[in-house]
């Protein structure tokens, strides 16, 4: 038994840097320093915490931490990560530092007062990201849920662009509308449990007999709340206005990780709390996704605005994700687990390569004004080509595996969806090359000499990403040994198994 | 004649009276005594010193009272005792929602009288006309406020207003109850009408809390003429057991008789329908007024309500809850709904707290020990959030009067962060934001709701949720107004509060933010604190 609280270590390293930076004054012209110090510290705190994790072990959490908090509502203070859990932090931990880096210089010389504050918000969301994913106890888990908003609303609304107070309040709204669901859903729940003082615990509230129409709405007041996070189609409007209003930084971790948010409660709630309402709920579920694939890519192509082109990919991407966990096979949940990881990662990319062509040009995300730019900077062009091809899946990039995998599993179980879905990777490579080639090919624009190609900074921030799309391109299997053993303990709790090897007869098979 | 003279005793036999129960009540109401003579007798320049001085005094006083006494004194009494089983029938109960209730009210007070006794420099206090009987406007007031005139006289009728309240949730019988009601009730229309700028607009909203307040009372009197013609008595603990053996004769008046009492207690909470004077009364009193109003009557309302309804009438569940269910969706929706439209920041925290009560309304419904204890805890956070909410709004000035319009607010985060920050957080928990007291409460009335099991009560807290929803569109608001807009009007600033309302924005944050991240402590205390002495 592990003593050591790594998971509140983790998470507390970049709220005490938020409260440093808050708290201590004169200190606002080295706030970049410290809340970069902090979540570097924490990545490798985190690290160190992978490390100690055991991939064979038996038990369903590691690492665990449990405290009474509020007995008298059966809260407690659980945290506790499986391998899923773990693989989404560890991006997190991954992301934050490099966004930071990527947001070194977001806010110009005349706002620098207001830099500290941009800083710490930053570090209070990664705070919450970690708490989100390590919690085991359904109470726990929603206060971080709903808490999370709150830094994201101001990191919208304070520091994003025109239209941000439009963006910010639609993007509170729908969470919390989707949120509030849910915490009607959350203490229905506890009282159909077994209750006591630490009755929101997931292990004691897994399993549990219910009626069939209390399983199924119960269902839905996650499923609902989990959907307008993911963001699937039709509850996804808010998230194309919230990423294109956004720094690219906030948007990465917008996007990149509060997102998964919903995906990682698909799997850990739903699935594993209600899975006969999930069965019950899959073809609309699956149809949905199928919708949000296609229509996603479809919307992607047509935007002018190259953070809501990025917004709209991610819309298609977590399509997949959600069809992936819904195909209910072991295969799909790898896929998906791995997607998550992988999807994060190459946002991140998009959304911050992005961000550098923007300053370059005067801050304009519409891509009209583009055209020609690989030959103003061509080191950026050529990492935003990176970016691009590993958002389609290009074969070698982290999103291939992932992408074949779920795609893998589904046809295990159902082949036309899976056909369906193919037509995705087809819409992707379309929206990306086509971004590309008005971005970045054609004669080279005129009066752009001044503009210089990346910086070591931003040479630091390309690096680690690209890096990551490569290792998890070729070499998946630290990933996937991380996230298989906890998908078989999940499958075998809920009693699901794979579809056995399919006999000759595949309907709509065109073999 | 001799009928009636039989039921006389042959001798005269004192009431039993606890004192010791009864001293932190008694310690108040003296003090408000003493502060009458105060005004009579004390030479104006050092009036208002001497009069802030006895009533934080008092109010020590009577907690620490309630601490070392009457917290050991769980009893019924100032009643006689039964003929038949000796037990006394108290007209005043002290048990622990009595008592939890009194420290609330006692806390509230003390946080208050901080913000009441805020000068700003000035001779007097800032927030109360100089001279109350003068026409606004008119020469006499001028000479008034040249000759150095105050309204000192507020305390004693704040602590009058303490007192009742804190008699009101103790009360064992209806007549006691109605007495208390009156108590707490007529200071607060004269303070009301006491704001030292927009006088007429303050003038107007005591004149319409004192008829409107005086109509519901007339309602309270007659459901209590038929519960007593129901039951033969006014004595809750009688009304209960009238019910537990129905007389076919006279069902006809308990529904009646219950639903007209319910009338003239929801109408202080400011229950839709019975809302209407909330918004006009909030945003014309002066606002530490507003804020002690909206906290301690509500806790002392919502005490009586409880006492009522679950010791009187428990046993007519069946009849009272579909009624009170329903008032407190119409409540929610229509506090949360018409609070969207709003402009003055004080009309607009009012139809929040209308909201509120609608929340409240729900853990009361619940008719359990957790719902006891849930509104118990709801009435703590809730009041502690908004005085110190309405601490905040009293210090954000334009050319010397309050800025409440909306638009004032307009980039104040910017120019005070610090300010706009704390009020930025309690508008977070008004809206029950996890980590702040506002959800620790609303879960806490929520839940027992929900354990409940009926489809009515999971549909009351779903309209609760969305309720929930729309509020925080309206909190989410100003907060955009406060930090996403720049300023439009340059002249408005927040000017530098004194220590005393420093410390009551400061208690009243952190305890919002102690409530949200470690409640247990205070939830057990409430736990313990739910049971009624029937």
Known sequence: MNQFPWLTVIGLIPLLGAVVLWAVPGIGSRAKEIALGASVVTLLVAVAAALQFNTGGTEKFQLVEQHPWIPQFGVSYALGVDGIALSLILMSVILVPICLLAAWRDLPEEQQGRERHYFALMLVLETFMIGVFAATDVFLFYVFFEAMLIPVYFLIGQFGGPRRQYAAMKFLLFSLAGGLIMLAAVIALYVQGPGGADGFLLTKLAGLQMTESTERLLFLGFFIAFAVKAPMVPVHTWLPDAAAESRPATATLLVGVLDKVGTYGMIRFCLELFPGASRWATPVVIALALVSIVYGALLAIGQKDLMRLIAFTSISHFGFIVLGIFALTTTSWAGSSLYMVNHGFSTAALFLFAGMLMRRNGGSKMIDSYGGWQRVVPGLAGVWLIAGLSCIALPGLGSFVSEFLVLMGTFQRYQVVAVVATTGIILAALYILLMYKRTMTGPKPEGLDHVRDLSPREKWVAAPLIALFLVLGFFPKPVLDLVNPAVKTIFSSIKVTDPGPMAGTVEGSTK | ?534
């Not at chain 2, 409540?331 to 009309?347: C, E, F």
């Open chain 2, 1 to 534: 004649m001799t009928a009636v003279l039989a039921g006389i005793p042959a001798a005269f036999t004192p009431a039993t009276i606890n004192f010791g129960a009864l001293l932190p009540i008694l310690v108040v109401f003296s003090a408000a005594v003493i502060g009458v003579l105060v005004e009579a007798f004390v030479p104006r320049q050092s009036r208002f010193t001497v009069q802030v001085s006895l009533t934080v005094a008092a109010l020590l006083g009577a907690m620490l009272a309630l601490a070392a006494v009457a917290s050991k004194n769980h009893v019924a009494t100032a009643g006689m005792p039964s003929v038949d089983t000796g037990l006394v029938k108290g007209a005043v109960v002290i048990d622990g929602p009595a008592l939890f209730l009194q420290a609330t009210v006692l806390i509230f007070a003390l946080l208050a009288v901080f913000t009441f006794g805020e000068r700003f420099g000035g001779v007097g206090a800032d927030a109360f006309t100089p001279m109350a009987a003068a026409v606004p406007g008119s020469v006499r007031e001028t000479e008034a406020v040249r000759g150095g005139a105050l309204t000192a006289e507020v305390f004693p009728l704040f602590l009058f207003s303490v007192g009742g309240m804190m008699l009101f949730p103790a009360s064992g019988d209806l007549l006691t109850m109605f007495v208390a009601l009156e108590v707490l009730s007529l200071p607060l229309y004269i303070m009301c009408g006491l704001a030292r700028r927009r006088r007429l607009l303050s003038q107007e909203a005591a004149l319409k809390y004192f008829l409107l307040g005086a109509f519901s009372s007339a309602f309270f009197l007659f459901g209590v003429a038929l519960l007593y013609g129901y039951a033969g008595s006014v004595y809750l603990a009688d009304i209960s057991a009238a019910i537990a053996q129905p007389d076919s004769a006279l069902t006809g008046l308990l529904v009646p008789g219950i639903l007209l009492v319910a009338i003239g207690l929801l109408f202080k909470v400011g229950a839709a329908p019975f809302h209407m004077w909330t918004p006009d009364v909030y945003q014309g009193a002066p606002t530490p007024v507003t804020g002690f109003m909206a906290a301690a009557t509500k806790a002392a309302a919502f005490g009586a309500i409880l006492r009522f309804l679950y010791v009187g009438v428990d046993l007519a569940v069946w009849d009272w809850r579909p009624v009170l269910m329903i008032i407190s969706a119409l409540t929610m929706v229509v506090g949360a709904v018409l609070s969207v439209t709003q402009t003055d920041i004080k009309r607009l925290l009012a139809y929040s707290s209308i909201a509120h009560a609608g929340f409240i309304l729900v853990g009361v419904t619940a008719l359990s020990k957790a719902g006891l204890s849930g509104t118990l805890f709801y009435v703590l956070a809730y009041g502690l959030t908004t005085i110190a909410a309405f601490a905040i709004v009293n210090l954000v000035r334009s050319g010397g009067s309050e800025a409440t319009h909306l638009s004032q607010w307009a980039g104040l985060g910017k120019r005070h962060p610090w300010t706009a920050g704390i009020f930025a957080f309690l508008l977070l928990a008004f809206a029950g934001i996890p980590l702040t007291s506002g959800f620790t409460a609303k879960f806490a009335v929520f839940a027992p709701a929900l354990a409940n099991d009926t489809s009515g009560s999971t549909l009351l807290v779903l309209i609760g949720l969305l309720s929930s929803a729309v509020t925080v569109f309206v909190y989410a608001r100003i907060i955009v107004l406060m930090y996403f807009t720049d300023a439009s009007d340059d002249d408005v600033a927040v000017i530098e509060p004194s220590p005393w309302t420093t410390a009551t924005i400061a208690v009243g944050s952190v305890l919002t933010l102690t409530l949200g991240v470690a409640p247990a402590a205070v939830l057990d205390v409430v736990e313990r604190a739910s049971q009624f002495i029937r």
